[in-house]
Nanobody, 122 residues
């Protein structure tokens, strides 16, 4: 099994910055795509940004120019630097990873973290 633990959420004023972290632990041989999603009250979960194992990044429009995703494969970690935060960024942020558990596995398994709350308010 693999566990993902997010951290770094909290309350921030508009225009401020937060850095989210997500670390995976457990049976991990390789991690392919890592990503961040968010779920605002009354809304469906949506993509924020993803980064592949070769560093290709795909971000939603609202994240471009303000949010930056990065990864550290040695630490099995993915990060989301969020700058110029807006009240509409308020949501629970979830990390997601595609994991190959052992060298003998041909398929990936998809895992979610438990989420971290980000609240942007003055």
């Amino acid at each position: 099994q693999v566990q993902l633990v997010e951290s770094g959420g909290g309350l921030m004023h508009p225009g401020g910055s937060l850095r989210l972290s997500c670390v995976a632990s457990g049976s991990i041989y390789k991690i392919y795509t890592m990503g961040w999603y968010r779920e605002a009250p009354g809304k469906e979960r949506e993509l924020v940004a993803v980064i592949t194992s070769i560093g290709t990044i795909n971000s939603e429009e609202f994240a471009k120019g303000r949010f930056s995703i990065s990864r550290d494969d040695a630490k099995h970690a993915v990060y989301l630097q969020m700058d110029r935060l807006r009240p509409e960024d308020t949501a629970v942020y979830f990390c997601n990873m595609d994991v190959v558990p052992t060298p003998y596995d041909s398929d990936t398994s998809n895992y979610w973290g438990q989420g971290t709350q980000v609240t942007v308010s003055s």
